[in-house]
C-alpha cells in the first residue's frame, strides 16, 4: 500500500513570491491534516480536513496561507505572499476516523521543506 | 491555550543504558500517540494508548497513559543506536478536539 505522497520534496523561492504544496493521503483515509515544522520542534498543526470539510484550521494564518481538498481526496497548501518566516518543513498525514477518537493514528509524508529567501 | 510539555528535551545515553521521556498535557487528552522521527526523516507512529492508566509494550519500549488522561511515558530499555531520534507524544484535547504535538525528546545514543 503506498503512504502518503508529497510534491516537491523541496522549494526554495524569494520572499513575496507564491508557492503550493500537493498531498495525496492513503487511499481510503478521509481526515488529511497539514502541519508545519520549524527546525528542532514538534509538528504544530495548521488545519485539519474530514473529507471536503475544514473541521480545525484555528492556526492557519489565513491573511496569507489558504488550502483546498476538493473531492475529498488531494489536498493543496498554498502561501501568497511567502515571507522569510515560513520556511519550514510542511507535513502532510492522512488517518482513518469514523466518527470515533480512537482510530486517530496518523500516517505522515516525507514532507516540503522550504526555504524563503 | 493547550499545552503539551515533554521532558527532558535532550537525552544523550550510553548504548545499553535506559531511556524515558515524559510527556505531560495541560489538559485532558482523548487518546495519545507515540511518534519517533529520525534526523532528516518525517514522524513515524509508534503506537496508540485510549485509556485510563493504560500500558503497552513493544519489544524494548514501554509506553504508559497516566490514570488522569493528562501524562504518558515512554521507557526504552537497554538502549541501541537505532534508537537515535526525536521522540513526540500527540493527542487530542478531550474537550476541544484539538491536536497538538509535544515538545518532543531527541534521543542520542553513544556507542
Same mark, same amino acid.
Given at each position: 500500500?503506498?503512504?502518503?505522497?508529497?510534491?516537491?520534496?523541496?522549494?526554495?523561492?524569494?520572499?513575496?513570491?507564491?508557492?503550493?504544496?500537493?498531498?495525496?493521503?492513503?487511499?481510503?483515509?478521509?481526515?488529511?491534516?497539514?502541519?508545519?515544522?520549524?527546525?528542532?520542534?514538534?509538528?504544530?498543526?495548521?488545519?485539519?480536513?474530514?473529507?471536503?470539510?475544514?473541521?480545525?484550521?484555528?492556526?492557519?494564518?489565513?491573511?496569507?496561507?489558504?488550502?483546498?481538498?476538493?473531492?475529498?481526496?488531494?489536498?493543496?497548501?498554498?502561501?501568497?505572499?511567502?515571507?522569510?518566516?515560513?520556511?519550514?518543513?510542511?507535513?502532510?498525514?492522512?488517518?482513518?476516523?469514523?466518527?470515533?477518537?480512537?482510530?486517530?493514528?496518523?500516517?505522515?509524508?516525507?514532507?516540503?521543506?522550504?526555504?524563503?529567501? | 491555550?493547550?499545552?503539551?510539555?515533554?521532558?527532558?528535551?535532550?537525552?544523550?545515553?550510553?548504548?545499553?543504558?535506559?531511556?524515558? +521521556?515524559?510527556?505531560?498535557?495541560? +489538559?485532558?487528552?482523548?487518546?495519545?500517540?507515540?511518534?519517533?522521527?529520525?534526523?532528516?526523516?518525517?514522524?513515524?507512529?509508534?503506537?496508540?494508548?485510549?485509556?485510563?492508566?493504560?500500558?503497552?509494550?513493544?519489544?524494548?519500549?514501554?509506553?504508559?497513559?497516566?490514570?488522569?488522561?493528562?501524562?504518558?511515558?515512554?521507557?526504552?530499555?537497554?538502549?541501541?543506536?537505532?534508537?537515535?531520534?526525536?521522540?513526540?507524544?500527540?493527542?487530542?484535547?478531550?474537550?476541544?478536539?484539538?491536536?497538538?504535538?509535544?515538545?518532543?525528546?531527541?534521543?542520542?545514543?553513544?556507542?
Amino acid at each position: 500500500e503506498a503512504g502518503v505522497v508529497q510534491s516537491p520534496r523541496y522549494k526554495i523561492i524569494e520572499k513575496k513570491q507564491p508557492v503550493a504544496f500537493w498531498c495525496n493521503p492513503i487511499s481510503g483515509h478521509n481526515t488529511l491534516y497539514w502541519y508545519r515544522q520549524n527546525l528542532g520542534q514538534g509538528p504544530e498543526l495548521l488545519i485539519r480536513y474530514e473529507n471536503e470539510e475544514a473541521v480545525d484550521d484555528s492556526q492557519l494564518p489565513k491573511d496569507r496561507f489558504s488550502a483546498e481538498r476538493l473531492k475529498g481526496v488531494d489536498s493543496t497548501l498554498k502561501i501568497q505572499p511567502a515571507e522569510l518566516g515560513d520556511s519550514a518543513v510542511y507535513l502532510c498525514a492522512s488517518s482513518s476516523r469514523w466518527g470515533t477518537i480512537s482510530t486517530d493514528t496518523q500516517y505522515f509524508g516525507p514532507g516540503t521543506r522550504l526555504t524563503v529567501l | 491555550g493547550q499545552q503539551v510539555m515533554q521532558i527532558p528535551q535532550y537525552q544523550h545515553v550510553q548504548e545499553g543504558e535506559d531511556f524515558t +521521556t515524559y510527556c505531560n498535557s495541560s +489538559t485532558t487528552l482523548s487518546n495519545i500517540q507515540w511518534y519517533k522521527q529520525r534526523p532528516g526523516g518525517h514522524p513515524v507512529f509508534l503506537i496508540q494508548l485510549v485509556k485510563s492508566g493504560e500500558v503497552k509494550k513493544q519489544k524494548r519500549l514501554t509506553f504508559q497513559f497516566g490514570e488522569a488522561k493528562k501524562n504518558s511515558s515512554l521507557h526504552i530499555t537497554a538502549t541501541q543506536t537505532t534508537d537515535v531520534g526525536t521522540y513526540f507524544c500527540a493527542g487530542p484535547d478531550s474537550g476541544t478536539y484539538k491536536y497538538i504535538f509535544g515538545t518532543g525528546t531527541r534521543l542520542k545514543v553513544l556507542a
